[in-house]
Each structure stands twice: as structure tokens, then as C-alpha cells.
């Protein structure tokens, strides 16, 4: 390893081949060599994950905590947020900063970057939801897809192109620009209904996420799906009655323009997500019947 390469905090990576990525996340002075992955499980896993809980205003200290905080759950968002951080706020060297009006206009654009974070994990899903629906949903894919992407290539002494990222911002829309170059395939798992890509163009029913008792979709969902049409489970029916329901609303909408009847794409993302999640608690006797039909039913 060329150590005097990975000299800025951030994320290095390099394709191994079509699909399979090297990274290095470089945090202060440790340079961390992870382990290899497919780009497309880098989208997934910022898909899944649950961000913390983002404040309109930030001190020095608590943003590079808050980042540290995300670092100790997934190490390369945490680290592409400090790099982030580091640019605007010039890594905690506060005798560097004249004037209070100058840390309280850094500060403020440290919040709006942070602000960022929620905003890429929805333009991942949206990403997701217009490849799976490609017949309505063409439309909803952000022009800024095709924007600039900011990162910087550099090379080994052996030849070999590295790219660095010190934004997540930049880091996730290369990630998105590739996918949607390359027209991958996304499913919709039918045990736990996350979004997931299939290992090959083929459509794959279930995906592989850790479902209940150490079990995945893959394993377990066929059996659910046993139980719900031998046993007519009330919550799994009316989740697929519903489902239904709101995707023929919004399909309305994209048809036909706005109605009474239609919902737009935010509206039933929104619902999905609720129900979703009222489904899959009540699969891991998290919630009652009734406790989930009130989350899955519409008004």
C-alpha cells in the first residue's frame, strides 16, 4: 500500500472489477482497508440504514460526535461525514477562524451538509422505486442525477486509477449514477417488502435480509406466505389489499393528473414505508392485529 497516497481524511476506492469495489476510509491518520464490495450492496446498505435523529444547529464538538456516531455503525458514511466536516470547519482548529461571524456562518453550513444525509438516503430509494416501476415512475428521477460529481482520481505506482470521496453527497451520487447507467435490476422482497438487487437480472422473490430468529427472507418467507393463504392472516391480507390499493392511486395520478382519488409519489412512499414497518412488527410479534391494522389502513 502506497501510504503517501491516502493522506486526506475520506473514502478511496477502486473497481476490482465490474461490480466489486476496494475501499480505504482514511479517518485522521488511520488508514483502514475494508473489506471489498459490490457497489450495489453499498446502495442497499445506506437504503437500510436508520439515520440519527439530525439537529437544525451544530457546535464544533457535537457535529464531529455526531459523526463519530454514525462512524461506529457504518464506517463509510461516518467517515465521508467527517471529511465533509473537516472541509468547512478546518478540522477543529478553531485559532484558524477570525471572527465569531465566521465560525456561526461554518457552523451553519455544516448543518445544511448534514441536512444531506437524509436527502441521499431518499434519492437512493426514490432511485430504487423508478427502476422497479420504470412504466410510472420514469418521470420521478432527479435531473441532478446527471450533474457533476466531485471527486478526485489519482494513481498508484503500479498504474491503477484510485478514486477519493470527501463528501457523502459525492460518494453516493457516483454510486447512483453508475446503477442507473448500467440499468441494474431492483426487486421488491416479497416476506418483508424492502427493495433490494437481485445477484442476476432475474427476478428473485426474496431477499437476504436477517427477518426473524436469526433467520432470512430467503428462508422464512416462503413459510409466511403458507401461513397467510392457509390461515388468511387478517394483517397480511390487508396489507396486500391496501398496497394494492395505494399504488393503483398513485398510478392515477401519473395517468390521469391529480384527482380526488390520486396520491402523489411522496404520499405513497410515505405510506409504504409505515406500513412496511407495522407489517414486519407485527411478523415478529412486535404489534398486535389490531395495533397493525391501524398503521396499514387508510382512512
Known amino acids: 500500500m502506497d501510504k503517501n497516497i491516502y493522506s486526506r481524511t475520506g473514502l478511496y476506492i477502486k473497481f476490482k472489477n465490474k461490480n466489486i469495489i476496494d475501499r480505504i476510509a482514511v479517518d485522521d491518520l488511520d488508514i483502514t482497508e475494508l473489506e471489498p464490495i459490490d457497489y450495489r450492496n453499498e446502495l442497499i446498505a445506506l437504503y437500510d440504514y436508520e439515520l440519527p435523529e439530525i439537529y437544525d444547529n451544530y457546535t464544533v464538538d457535537s457535529a464531529y460526535d ?3 456516531e454514525i462512524l461506529k455503525d457504518n464506517i463509510v458514511l461516518g467517515v465521508l461525514l467527517k471529511a465533509d466536516i473537516n472541509k468547512h470547519l478546518i478540522h477543529r482548529k478553531l485559532a484558524d477562524i477570525n471572527t465569531p461571524e465566521e465560525l456561526k456562518s461554518k457552523l451553519e453550513t455544516v448543518s445544511i451538509r448534514m441536512k444531506l444525509l437524509p436527502y441521499m438516503k431518499n434519492k437512493v430509494n426514490k432511485l430504487f422505486m ?5 412504466d410510472i415512475l420514469s418521470g420521478v428521477l432527479d435531473v441532478s442525477m446527471h ?3 466531485e471527486y478526485t482520481v489519482t494513481k498508484t505506482r ?7 470521496f470527501d463528501s457523502p453527497k459525492s460518494y453516493y451520487e457516483y454510486l447512483i449514477f453508475t446503477f442507473y447507467l448500467r440499468d441494474e435490476t431492483v426487486c421488491e422482497c416479497e416476506n418483508c417488502n424492502r427493495l433490494f438487487v437481485p ?3 432475474k427476478k428473485t422473490l426474496y431477499c437476504d435480509r436477517v427477518f426473524k430468529d436469526g433467520k432470512i427472507c430467503k428462508q422464512i418467507g416462503p413459510i409466511i406466505k403458507h ?3 392457509a390461515e388468511n392472516d387478517l394483517v397480511l391480507q390487508t396489507f396486500n389489499k391496501e398496497k394494492n390499493k395505494m399504488y393503483k392511486r398513485m398510478e392515477r395520478s401519473f395517468t390521469f393528473g391529480e384527482t380526488s382519488k390520486s396520491i402523489s409519489y411522496d404520499e405513497y412512499t410515505a405510506w409504504l414505508s409505515t406500513a412496511v414497518t407495522a407489517k414486519n ?3 415478529n410479534n412486535q404489534l398486535t392485529v389490531n395495533e397493525a391494522l391501524e398503521m396499514i389502513m387508510i382512512d
Open 66 to 68: 455526531f459523526a463519530e
Open 130 to 134: 423508478c427502476v422497479m416501476h420504470k
Open 147 to 149: 450533474d457533476t460529481i
Open 158 to 164: 503500479n498504474g491503477e486509477e484510485i478514486l477519493f
Open 199 to 201: 445477484k442476476t437480472k
Open 227 to 229: 401461513k397467510m393463504l
Open 281 to 283: 412488527l407485527y411478523l
